[in-house]
């Protein structure tokens, strides 16, 4: 009888944290990166469909609207964008922005990993998450001069990671979430 009301407390629990966990995902869209491929079409226009992808400028050029920067927005945000664009051509323009690829969510991997290369962020990515990844350290890796290279708006930044004390449970903070463009250093 008790194994019985334990088994039911814990899938009740997870149930509630599965539940939260879906709604705090819903409150944050994705925004559009550099090397997003995106799939825009209109309503009733079959030639006004185009797959275009994010240039390295933050921006896609589309038929009529010309060159329109969607770096940082959401598809909705997207879709209104070049749906202004659109209206001297078009009365009511119905547009539509699917997000085909997020290649340009990545981090980088670099250094004494058994697999060095580009790490696709499909969701919000740990150091560990990345390095798990990457295969793990290898056996010659210094473990204590782990760092995430990030850019900031004052240039770069070079944040220590304390693997062997993150391993162990200590120093969790330095367990940071990546950024798109970071690159994790193993020397």
Same mark, same amino acid.
């Given at each position: 009888?008790? @194994?019985?009301?334990?088994?039911?407390?814990?899938?009740?629990?997870? $149930?509630?944290?599965?539940?939260?966990?879906?709604?705090?995902? /819903?409150?944050?869209?994705?925004?559009?990166?550099? *090397?997003?491929?995106?799939? #825009?079409?209109?309503?009733?226009?079959?030639?006004?469909?185009?797959?275009?992808?994010?240039?390295?400028?933050?921006?896609?050029?589309?038929?009529?609207?010309?060159?329109?920067?969607?770096?940082?927005?959401? /598809?909705?945000?997207?879709?209104?964008?070049?749906?202004?664009?659109?209206?001297?051509?078009?009365?009511?323009?119905?547009?539509? =922005? =699917?997000?085909?690829?997020?290649? *340009?969510?990545?981090?980088?991997?670099? !250094?004494? =990993?058994?697999?060095?290369?580009?790490?696709?962020?499909? *969701?919000?990515?740990?150091?560990?998450?990345?390095?798990?990844?990457?295969?793990?350290?290898?056996? $010659?890796?210094?473990?204590?001069?782990?760092?995430?290279?990030?850019?900031?708006?004052? !240039?770069?930044?070079?944040?220590?990671?304390?693997?062997?004390?993150?391993?162990?449970?200590?120093?969790?903070? /330095?367990? @940071?979430?990546?950024?798109?463009?970071?690159?994790?250093? #193993?020397?």
């Amino acid at each position: 009888m008790k @194994i019985k009301t334990l088994l039911w407390l814990i899938i009740g629990q997870l $149930f509630l944290t599965s539940i939260s966990i879906a709604n705090a995902d /819903s409150s944050q869209s994705y925004r559009l990166r550099q *090397g997003d491929l995106v799939q #825009v079409s209109v309503w009733g226009e079959d030639k006004l469909q185009k797959e275009s992808l994010v240039l390295p400028d933050g921006s896609i050029t589309y038929p009529l609207a010309g060159r329109v920067e969607i770096v940082g927005l959401t /598809s909705t945000e997207a879709e209104k964008k070049i749906a202004e664009k659109l209206k001297p051509y078009l009365p009511d323009p119905q547009v539509s =922005v =699917v997000i085909a690829n997020i290649a *340009g969510n990545q981090a980088h991997v670099l !250094g004494k =990993v058994l697999k060095p290369g580009q790490v696709l962020m499909t *969701g919000p990515m740990t150091v560990l998450d990345a390095l798990s990844i990457a295969g793990g350290l290898d056996k $010659f890796a210094d473990k204590n001069g782990i760092k995430v290279i990030r850019k900031t708006p004052q !240039g770069q930044k070079a944040i220590p990671i304390y693997y062997d004390q993150l391993i162990r449970g200590e120093r969790l903070e /330095s367990n @940071i979430t990546l950024n798109p463009g970071d690159t994790i250093v #193993v020397p």
